[in-house]
């Protein structure tokens, strides 16, 4: 079955340090892939999403490339700021009619620190 | 701006108690979905719900049943609740079509003690 994979479960960085979260899948169709953010007591919220290869959508600073030969969509920012403290959930939606079902990875904790 | 919203925020109950949670979209979304947040934060879906039918019912437990008047409400019951069922209940919406955003609620806390 589909599923999604983040490997840390806590990253602590320095302000201004480069951010890089990873984000690997399994999909047996080809999915579209989702960064969603959630910030200490907010609902989740779409980052960025992406399904055409090799196309690098950004928003906010970040960005992540799919790359379907790596079944990768690793989530970057060039310069982390304090305000990106927060759960960010890669998530994966199934080519299939699947009704916009979303299969989440496990969740990363980023905390920025000055 | 939010466009789903969950009532109650928070609810503390005893085992074996029946609990409802409420949940209205704004958005004009053909699809719903209720989503359980763990205490580890893991996301899983429960249900979701198209044009009033249930289309996904994943592996939970039969004590629990979503509720749907129309496609801008989805409610979900818990009839007897237990310790395990203590988490964040997610709310959220979307476009019925695969690719497309969902839009999350706050979340509806749910303690069992």
């Known amino acids: 079955g589909d599923s999604v994979t983040q490997t840390e479960g806590l990253v602590t960085l320095t302000e201004g340090l480069p951010v890089m979260l990873n984000c690997t899948y399994q999909s047996t169709y080809s999915p579209f892939l989702f960064w969603y953010v959630q910030h200490l007591n907010e609902a989740p919220k779409l980052l960025l999403k992406s399904f055409t290869d090799n196309k690098r959508p950004e928003h906010q600073g970040f960005h992540a490339t799919l790359h379907k030969s790596s079944s990768s969509f690793h989530l970057q920012k060039s310069s982390a700021q304090l305000s990106d403290s927060a759960l960010y959930y890669c998530a994966l939606s199934e080519g299939s009619s699947a009704l916009g079902r979303l299969h989440f990875g496990a969740g990363t904790q980023l905390i920025v620190i000055p | 701006e939010t466009a789903v919203f969950q009532t109650p925020n928070y609810h503390v109950t005893q085992v074996g108690n029946e609990v409802s949670f409420n949940c209205k979209q704004t958005l004009g979304h053909d699809t719903m979905y209720w989503y359980k947040q763990d205490s580890k934060k893991l996301l899983k879906i429960m249900f979701s719900?198209?044009?009033?039918?249930?289309?996904v019912n994943e592996t939970v437990p039969r004590r629990f049943s979503p509720q749907s008047s129309d496609k801008a409400h989805l409610n979900l019951r818990i009839k007897s609740v237990e310790p395990e069922d203590s988490a964040v209940y997610l709310c959220?919406?979307?476009?019925?079509?695969?690719?497309?955003?969902?839009?999350f609620g706050e979340g509806s806390r749910l303690i069992v003690v």
């Open positions: 719900y198209n044009n009033k039918q249930l289309i």
């Open positions: 959220a919406s979307s476009r019925g079509n695969s690719g497309n955003t969902l839009y």
